[in-house]
T-cell receptor, first 113, second 111 residues
């Protein structure tokens, strides 16, 4: 069974631009969660999508948004990028919403210059 | 505010040593606690703990939860260089099903 895939793996953007990251969950998994990982803050929860609806949201500004498609693939968008948005963005999939066992993708390394 | 503290922040040991990693938490509506190992990119699942005092074991790794004192420990015996990684703990909450990760303990095992 293929694991969680994320594209692109690496990305360099400049301040003020916007970016879209993609996550394909494990086949059959319907829940996708997004996390931001930085050296100082660790892994922080962004949001979770299940059945194309955002179910939970972390404490991030409105510049961070996402969506989920009918095939459970999810995208995350960050608008008006700031230097502090440089981070590793991880998505994790699970079979159902709120499942206690999540499987992480390899992440997208975003660098904002 | 939900809070997770892992200690130590980093640790350097030699192969064969035993290490104990700590995770203390304060979250509302605690549901369970998960441990992950992160080597390069994707964290990989190690344990899920929901009940106090019941040790979970997987090879040289074991973990236990104390819901009264609000902490968990992860033990690794006879460490190997392949155990070098960041170990993350994440309490989860019911209701909102949020995962709250600690900043992790960085373990380096020297040959």
């Amino acid at each position: 069974k293929a694991g969680v895939t994320q594209t692109p793996r690496y990305l360099i953007k400049t301040r003020g631009q916007q970016v879209t990251l993609s996550c394909s969950p494990i086949s059959g998994h319907r829940s996708v969660s997004w996390y931001q990982q930085t050296p100082g803050q660790g892994l922080q929860f962004l949001f979770e999508y299940f059945s194309e609806t955002q179910r939970n949201k972390g404490n991030f500004p409105g510049r961070f948004s996402g969506r989920q498609f009918s095939n459970s693939r999810s995208e995350m968008n960050v608008s008006t990028l700031e230097l502090g948005d440089s981070a590793l963005y991880l998505c994790a999939s699970s079979f159902i919403q709120g499942s206690l066992e999540q499987y992480f993708g390899p992440g997208t390394r975003l660098t904002v210059t | 505010e939900d809070k997770v503290v892992q200690s130590p922040l980093s640790l350097v040991v030699h192969e064969g040593d035993t290490v104990t990693l700590n995770c203390s938490y304060e979250v509302t509506n605690f549901r369970s606690l998960l441990w992950y190992k992160q080597e390069k990119k994707a964290p990989t699942f190690l344990f899920m703990l929901t009940s106090s005092g019941i040790e979970k074991k997987s090879g040289r790794l074991s973990s236990i939860l104390d819901k009264k004192e609000l902490f968990s420990i992860l033990n690794i015996t006879a460490t190997q260089t392949g155990d070098s990684a960041v170990y993350l703990c994440a309490p989860t909450t019911s209701g909102t099903y949020k995962y709250i990760f600690g900043t992790g303990t960085r373990l380096k095992v020297l040959a």
